[in-house]
């Protein structure tokens, strides 16, 4: 028993001896602290940003350290554990001996940028030149140390990354996201209150309208950072909230200001005016401001707030009061040297009796004023460059004198661009001249008239040779492919010299126009785009809907007969219709006199109601069991020598396989579906045969 008492003592005084051991090791170095500019602080809190993103620190030696020793500013994780080796913040190594009570300084150094927690602890380290035990200091726990680069802000977004608010769809629900997600802890309010259980940096099934708020939790920094919150108001999205402010009808004079509002604004959202179904391009925010002539109708805005999200207002009748300038010139028309005059005219509807019209150049009164029954009085000749005014008094209701302006330049250079012009017929078409620019001395550019052509020389080139063929359009068939062409333009009797347009290869013709929806089926209460497969700025489009074996044109915001209830498509005369009803679908393109349909499509509420058809949106998340895979028509799916391989947004293979069983992404992505865009290659027998993006929607 003795010799037990004995073996225990001398255990407990081993352990004593290490204790002490320890703690004079320790002291051997102070508890280091933190410093700014020479500064040494207490405070366990450094909120650190962009601006000031340097510290030093400064501890104590109590002993001597010679000259050569290293010292190391040791840093633990964000719970106050050190690593093994531990991380440095900053190392020196003194290039003379420091005394006892001399201070070891570290000087700046930067603060690592991912740092984020409130329990951060650091240590000194010294390692004697002697290769004795390395000495460590006193810790100095529990600091809390955020850095963040205030300059890029803390956002909050919905699918609309350019919105400052998140529309809100029936039936669909929203997901907000805050940058940066890098954070460790998020707090979400909707409308003053903490959403509960929420700490992340995403907030998803959204189907609640109201002000939501991020903060990004910094802990004990959080009174030093006043840039750490973000807002975004979720709003219904419906025909009672968006919507032409202005009551129906509007009666206008047309000197009187005339602007239809919306309601709402948001500046990330897209507008589509409409005046009795037709699209006008030049309005394209949220006030329409109508211009002088020309400007009654029904109008209608389609606001879109989201990728899926889009409402067409009810429609707003606008009524002129008064008169119109029905036709004029262009705004800006070129004068050529070959020709003596240019006519300018105009035409209007005001009353005959009484209405009079007057020309003037550069403000000054051209031509007398006389009555719009006298043959002079609509039309001009002009021989000058210079700003014409047509000023119309109509003797109407209004009697408002309504303008048209003309400015008449002369040309000093001209510039030709040439485009590829395809025909009806599927392997043929034309290289054609798409625009001819006259070039003024002020720089200005000014579109060549038609009519105008024939003071041209034409001449076309193949890899710099004449065709010897002289008109503005060349044939080309499909034997033309990869050959580069080049147009040379003249003006007759001039001195400009002459110009060629850019270089054009002929590429291979448009085979036929495929309608792509963005969805394979139609689920019931949502909606789907269809696009064309080939667009240009030179088609007209023409959206029909065939009923009881009969082509109908689609009037944008009508409603099939049969479904009087429904929202009705809307696009018309875009490349993109927007429906809410199943029913077999075409697309009419017109480019110059001829006419392409494209094949039906068929639209219906199941997944087998479209054949051949790649669907580019999924939507596994909150659909219900609708469209929450990526279906492939048959002869895609399941074939051993179909490979089918999906990219994220960073390039990487999210997935890849042969024999593909539809199962993507909800059993089968790598990244979960969690990107809101993808990118697919199909390949048969090792022949790319399909590629495009898929967008996963929430």
Request: net charge negative.
């Amino acid at each position: 028993m003795k010799n037990k008492l004995n073996l225990i003592s001398s255990f407990a005084i081993i352990a004593l001896f290490l204790l002490f051991s320890s703690k004079s090791n320790a002291q051997d170095i102070s508890t280091p602290l933190f410093s700014l500019n020479g500064t040494t602080t207490a405070i366990k809190r450094l909120c650190v940003n962009q601006n000031t993103p340097n510290r030093e620190a400064e501890a104590q030696a109590n002993i001597l350290f010679t000259t050569g020793t290293e010292f190391i500013l040791e840093l633990s994780d964000a719970d106050g554990v050190f690593a093994d080796p531990a991380a440095s913040l900053s190392r020196f190594t003194n290039s003379t001996a420091i005394p006892p009570g001399g201070d070891i300084i570290f000087p700046s150094f930067e603060v690592p940028k991912d740092l984020a927690g409130e329990n951060y602890a650091i240590r000194v380290r010294a390692i004697p030149t002697d290769g004795s035990d390395d000495i460590l200091s006193e810790v100095n726990e529990g600091n809390a140390i955020y850095f963040f680069d205030f300059s890029q802000g803390v956002t909050l977004t919905g699918a609309n990354i350019e919105a400052n608010t998140v529309a809100l769809c029936e039936g669909e629900s929203a997901t907000l996201t805050a940058l940066p997600d890098n954070f460790p802890e998020y707090i979400w309010t909707r409308n003053g209150s903490v959403i509960s259980g929420e700490s992340g940096p995403t907030l998803e099934n959204v189907d609640q309208t109201g002000t939501y708020v991020v903060q990004v939790n910094f802990g004990s920094c959080n009174g030093d950072f006043n840039f750490d919150t973000a807002q975004v108001e979720v709003i219904d999205f419906n025909t009672s909230t968006v919507r032409i402010n202005e009551s129906s009808p509007q009666q206008f004079c047309p000197s009187d200001v005339k602007i239809l509002t919306t309601s709402v604004t948001d500046p990330g959202f897209t507008y589509e005016w409409f005046r009795d179904g037709e699209l006008v391009p030049e309005l394209t925010g949220p006030t329409a401001i109508l211009p002088e002539s020309n400007f009654a109708g029904i109008y209608t805005v389609t606001v879109t707030g989201t990728p899926t999200c889009a409402i067409t207002t009810d429609p707003v009748e606008v009524i002129n009061l008064g008169s119109d300038i029905l036709t004029q010139p262009p705004p800006q028309i070129m004068i050529l040297p070959a020709q003596p005059t240019i006519t300018l005219e105009i035409t209007t509807n005001a009353p005959p009796s009484g209405s009079t019209v007057q020309w003037f150049r550069n403000g000054i009164s051209f031509q007398a004023e006389l009555p719009i029954t006298d043959s002079r009085a609509l039309s001009i000749e002009v021989s000058d460059p210079g700003v014409y005014v047509a000023s119309v008094f109509a003797n109407d209701s209004c009697m408002d004198t309504l303008t048209a302006t003309t400015e008449v330049f002369e040309p000093v250079d001209f510039r030709a661009v040439i485009t590829t012009l395809p025909n009806c017929e599927e392997a043929s078409g034309n290289l054609g001249l798409e625009t001819l620019f006259g070039i003024a001395a002020t720089g200005e550019e000014v579109p060549i008239l038609l009519e105008q052509y024939s003071f041209f020389d034409f001449e076309w080139f193949l890899n710099g040779q004449s065709t010897g063929i002289s008109e503005p359009l060349l044939p080309i068939t499909a034997s033309n492919i990869g050959e580069t062409y080049v147009l040379e333009v003249t003006l007759t009797g001039s001195s400009i010299p002459t110009v060629a347009s850019n270089e054009l290869t002929v590429e291979a013709l448009p085979n036929g126009i495929e309608i792509v929806p963005s969805m394979s089926f139609l689920p019931v209460g949502s909606e789907i785009t269809l696009s064309a497969s080939q667009t240009s700025s030179l088609f007209v489009y023409e959206w029909f809907i065939i009923e009881n074996g009969e082509s109908r044109l689609i009037v944008n915001g009508e409603c099939p007969a049969d479904d009087p209830g429904c929202d009705g498509p809307t696009g018309q005369g875009t490349s993109e219709l927007t429906i809410r009803q199943t029913g077999q679908y075409f697309l009419r393109i017109t480019l110059l006199d001829c006419v392409i349909d494209s094949q039906p499509i068929t639209i219906t509420n199941s997944p087998s109601g479209v054949s051949e058809i790649i669907p580019n949106v999924v939507t596994p998340f909150g659909s219900a069991g609708q469209n929450d895979n990526w279906v492939l028509p048959d002869s895609l799916s399941g074939q051993q020598d179909v490979e089918v391989t999906i990219y994220d947004l960073n390039g990487g293979v999210d997935f890849k396989t042969v024999n593909y069983q539809d199962d993507w992404p909800l059993t089968s992505s790598k990244s979960g579906g969690k990107s809101p865009v993808y990118y697919y290659i199909i390949t048969k027998n090792n022949s790319v045969v399909r590629k495009g993006s898929i967008t996963v929607m929430r």
